[in-house]
């Protein structure tokens, strides 16, 4: 059976930063995709970043680009979010899913994804 643990959320002040963990088992690590997404009181959860297992094509939404990393360690079947420079603004809960049919244009659907771990809360104060 395939499941995801998302770790690393915390309370930090704006301007820092946490690494999110995503481990993964029961899927071939060559042949999937995980993407980030998170979400907060009254609003849909929204698609954060994916990368794709077999060629490490990534995707990030536009208010992360430069501040967030995505990035894989087959050896230890782990799935990492890098957020640096935090802001109140990216608090939410965050969840790592993983499909191994997705298409590329569904990287920041959350109906593409099939398997999902349980969320991590990232609270950025200011």
């Known amino acids: 059976d395939v499941q995801l643990q998302a770790s690393g959320g915390g309370l930090v002040q704006a301007g820092g930063s946490l690494r999110l963990s995503c481990a993964v088992s029961?899927?071939?690590?060559?042949?999937?995709?995980v993407g980030w997404f998170r979400q907060v009181p009254g609003k849909k959860r929204e698609g954060v970043s994916c990368?794709?297992?077999?060629?490490?094509?990534?995707y990030y939404k536009d208010a992360v680009k430069g501040r967030f990393t995505i990035s894989t360690d087959h050896a230890k079947n782990m799935v990492y979010l890098q957020m640096n420079n935090l802001k109140p603004e990216d608090t939410a809960v965050y969840s790592c899913?993983?499909?191994?049919?997705?298409?590329?244009?569904?990287?920041?659907?959350?109906?593409?994804?099939?398997?999902w771990g349980q969320g991590t809360l990232v609270t950025v104060s200011s």
């Open positions: 990368i794709s297992s077999n060629n490490g094509r990534t």
């Open positions: 899913a993983a499909s191994d049919t997705m298409i590329w244009s569904n990287r920041a659907n959350e109906d593409g994804y099939r398997y």
């Open positions: 029961g899927l071939s690590f060559d042949d999937y995709a």
